[in-house]
C-alpha cells in the first residue's frame, strides 16, 4: 500500500465512508464548469483594477439583466449592480435618496429578497459546501434557510418573511446586504489569472497587491515589470535603479516612500546638489499640472537624471562582467566624444541633447562617484529590508510562474523567443542551451535561486532576474535591446528603434500557436495562447491565428490608453466558453455609486462550446478522476 492510500485510509476509515466520498465526487464532476477571469498589464490602477475585479468584468450586471430584466427598470438594474460593487458605498447614497423610515423599510425588504435570489443563480456551480465557505460566518444560518428553500411554500412563508423583517427590525439590513454582495462577488469568478505587470506606471500597485493577497483562488505569470521589483529585493542594484527611473518618470515616486516606507531623502539630497531642470526629464504626467508645486516638479526631474545616470554606469559594468549575455547595444557612456558632444551608435555619430553628465568621469564613465556609491547601497539595504514590500513580493513569488498551463490553456506575459523561421532561440549559459518551454522553466529556477538567497553587490545570479528585464532572449521582454538612452539624449528616430522579436509577427498564425501549444503539452485543437505584454493598438485586433492567441494588453494603464483607444481587455472563461470583454476607461468610484458609471463596454464571443463544459473537463476534473481510481481501488480491496 502507498503512503498517498495509507492517507487515504485514514481519513475515510469505513466502506461506507469510501462509497460517500466516491458519490460526492462523482455528483462534482456534473457541476458546471466555473468561471475563470483573466486580467493583464494592471500597471498599478488600482481604481480601474479593484471595479472590474468587483464586477466580475460585467458577469454580476449580465446575470441580473437575464434574470431581472421585465421586473426591474434599467436605472434599478445599474442601481442593484452597483449595490453589489460598492454595497457600503451604495447603501449610504441610497439611504440619503429615502424620503421616509417605511420607504427605507421596503426598500430594505426588496434589496435582500432580490440579493437572495441573485445569491441562488450564482450558487447553482458550487456544493452546499463550497457556498458555505464563501458566506459570512455570522449570517450563515440565516443565509442557508433563505437560500436552499422555496419561500412560496405556504407552510414557511410566515417563517420566511419573519426573518427577513427581523433583518430590518434588528438592524442588521446593512451588515446583511453588504455580506451578500460580497459573497456574489466571491461566487460570480471562481478564479483569477494575471498575466504580468501589476507593478510600474500607475500610482498604486502596493492596493493592487493587496487585493490579490485576500483573493480567494488566483495565479500570477511575472512580467517584465515585476521582476524589476523582485531583483531589486534579490539585491540587483540595476533592477532597483531601473524602477526609480520608472516610478520618477511617472511621478510615482510616493509608491517607494508613502507605501513601501523606503526613505529617499539621501538620494533627494544627493540629486538636488548635482543636478538641474532638463526638460527630458520631467514627469510626463506633470508637463500640464498646474496644481503641482514648481519646486516638486523640479525635485523629481533632479532624482530622475541622478538614477538614469547611476543606471546607464551599472548597465556598464554589467556589461563588462556578463559578456556571455551580448550586451552590445546597452551602455553607451563610453561611446561619446566629449568634445564634440556626440555619440557614435552602429556607425552613426549623433549630438547629443538633454546633457547631464557632470558626474560622469570622461575616462572612466562606468564607475560611481563615491557618493553614487553610497546612495545605492544606502536605497539597496533599505530595499532589502522593506517589510511590507518584501511580504507583497514573497506572495508574488509564491503565487507566480513564468508560465501556466491551465484548463487546456497557455498563460504567459511575454513571448517565446523564436526565429523568422517559427525555430525557437537558444539561450546560452554557463555550456548548456535552453529554447522553448526549457527556457521559461530556466529562467524561472534562477529567479527563484536568486529571491530566495538574496545578495548585495554584483551578484551573477541577480545579474539573471536582470536579463528578464530586457535581455534579448529574455521571454519576458521580446526586443533586441532597450533604447532608453537614446530616447533622453538624441534627437533623431533611428537609435530608438527596438526591433521586435519575430513572436509577435509569427503569433498571428495559427500554425505557429499550434507549435506553442504542443510544445507545452497542450490540445493543439481546443487550446489557446492567452498573453499580455504588447499593448493591442487601435487599429490590431486582440484575437489572432484564428482564435488560437487572444492579446489581453488593452490599456488598463492610463498611459496607454491613447493609442488603444480603451481602457482595458478582460478574459472570461465559463462552461459556455470564451468571451473577451472590452472596457471603458474607468472614471472613479463617486462616478459609479453616484452616477451608475459602469466601464462594460462589450463582449466579443472567442469560441462557443457545443456541449457546456463540466467540472469533469477541467484539470480539478482530472484530479477528482484519479481520486475516485484510488478510492474505487480501496473499495474493492474492502470488498475482498
Not at 15 to 26: D, R
Not at 53 to 72: T, V, W
Amino acid at each position: 500500500m502507498s503512503y498517498v492510500e495509507k492517507l487515504v485510509r485514514e481519513k475515510f476509515p469505513t466502506k461506507q465512508a469510501i462509497i460517500t466520498e466516491i458519490t460526492n465526487l462523482e455528483a462534482i464532476l456534473n457541476l458546471p464548469k466555473a468561471t475563470e477571469h483573466y486580467v493583464s498589464d494592471l500597471h498599478g490602477e488600482f481604481n480601474a483594477f479593484d471595479h472590474t475585479l468587483r464586477n466580475g468584468s460585467g458577469n454580476i450586471k449580465q446575470k441580473i439583466e437575464e434574470n431581472f430584466a421585465g421586473r426591474l427598470t434599467p436605472k434599478n438594474i445599474q442601481d442593484f449592480a452597483t449595490l453589489i460593487y460598492y454595497p457600503e458605498d451604495e447603501l449610504v447614497f441610497q439611504k440619503s435618496e429615502m424620503p421616509d423610515q417605511e420607504t427605507l423599510e421596503q426598500w430594505y425588504l426588496n434589496t435582500i429578497s432580490n440579493l437572495i435570489e441573485l445569491l441562488k443563480i450564482t450558487a447553482t456551480k458550487y456544493t452546499r459546501s463550497k457556498v458555505r465557505k464563501a458566506l459570512n460566518p455570522d449570517f450563515v444560518y440565516i443565509t442557508e434557510e433563505l437560500l436552499y428553500n422555496d419561500q412560496q411554500e405556504h407552510d414557511k412563508r410566515n417563517y420566511y418573511n419573519k426573518i427577513l423583517r427581523n433583518l430590518v427590525e434588528l438592524n442588521q439590513s446593512d451588515y446583511f446586504i453588504t455580506a451578500t454582495c460580497y459573497t456574489i462577488q466571491r461566487l460570480v469568478v471562481d478564479h483569477l489569472h494575471v498575466i504580468g505587470d501589476i507593478y510600474d506606471r500607475g500610482p498604486a500597485p502596493d492596493k493592487i497587491m493587496e487585493t490579490l493577497m485576500k483573493y480567494h483562488s488566483l495565479d500570477i505569470q511575472w512580467g517584465n515589470h515585476d521582476v524589476l521589483w523582485l531583483g531589486a529585493v534579490a539585491g540587483s542594484a540595476l533592477c532597483m535603479m531601473n524602477l526609480l527611473r520608472i516610478c520618477a518618470r511617472y511621478n510615482n515616486l510616493a509608491i517607494i516612500e508613502e507605501a513601501y516606507g523606503i526613505n529617499l531623502r539621501h538620494l533627494s539630497m544627493f540629486a538636488e546638489k548635482n543636478y538641474g531642470d532638463n526638460a527630458a526629464f520631467r514627469p510626463k504626467t506633470l508637463e500640464n499640472a498646474d496644481f503641482v508645486m514648481p519646486d516638486e516638479k523640479l525635485q523629481i526631474t533632479q532624482i530622475h537624471q541622478a538614477v538614469a545616470i547611476i543606471q546607464f554606469k551599472l548597465e556598464g559594468q554589467l556589461k563588462k562582467r556578463r559578456p556571455e549575455f551580448n550586451l552590445n547595444d546597452l551602455a553607451l557612456l563610453d561611446q561619446i566624444d566629449w568634445n564634440k558632444n556626440e555619440i557614435g551608435i552602429d556607425g552613426v555619430n549623433y549630438k547629443l541633447k538633454n546633457g547631464c553628465f557632470g558626474t560622469v568621469k570622461h575616462d572612466a564613465p562606468f564607475e560611481l562617484t563615491q557618493e553614487e556609491a553610497e546612495v545605492v547601497q544606502s536605497l539597496l539595504n533599505s530595499f532589502m529590508n522593506a517589510t511590507k514590500l518584501r511580504k507583497h513580493l514573497d506572495f508574488l513569488v509564491s503565487k507566480g510562474s513564468m508560465y501556466k498551463v491551465y484548463n487546456g490553456n497557455l498563460l504567459f506575459h511575454g513571448c517565446i523567443p523564436v526565429a523568422e523561421d517559427g525555430t525557437f532561440q537558444a539561450f546560452e549559459y554557463e555550456g548548456k542551451s535552453y529554447s522553448g518551454r526549457k527556457l521559461l522553466d530556466f529562467c524561472e529556477q534562477k529567479l527563484r535561486k536568486a529571491y530566495r538567497k538574496p545578495h548585495k553587490g554584483e551578484s551573477v545570479v541577480a545579474d539573471m532576474i536582470w536579463y528578464l528585464w530586457q535581455g534579448s532572449l529574455s521571454p519576458l521582454f521580446g526586443k533586441h535591446c532597450m533604447t532608453t538612452f537614446a530616447r533622453y539624449f538624441i534627437s533623431e528616430d533611428e537609435p530608438k528603434v527596438e526591433h521586435k522579436n519575430a513572436y509577435f509577427e509569427l503569433r498571428k498564425e495559427e500554425w505557429f500557436c499550434e507549435q506553442l501549444l504542443k510544445e507545452f503539452g497542450l490540445n493543439q485543437e481546443t487550446g489557446h495562447v492567452i498573453n499580455g505584454h504588447t499593448p493591442v493598438k487601435k487599429e490590431q485586433e486582440p484575437i489572432l491565428a484564428n482564435k488560437k492567441m487572444i492579446v489581453i494588453d488593452g490599456g488598463y494603464s492610463k498611459a496607454y490608453q491613447p493609442i488603444t483607444g480603451i481602457g482595458g481587455y478582460t478574459l472570461l472563461y465559463n462552461s459556455y466558453g470564451l468571451q473577451l470583454v472590452t472596457h471603458h476607461p474607468f472614471t472613479s468610484k463617486n462616478d459609479a455609486v453616484k452616477n451608475g458609471c459602469d466601464i462594460i463596454s462589450t463582449r466579443k464571443i472567442v469560441n462557443q462550446e457545443l456541449e457546456r463544459q463540466t467540472v469533469a473537463d477541467t484539470d480539478i476534473g482530472r484530479e477528482i478522476k484519479k481520486s475516485l481510481e484510488m478510492l474505487r481501488e480501496i473499495l474493492r480491496s474492502y470488498d475482498n
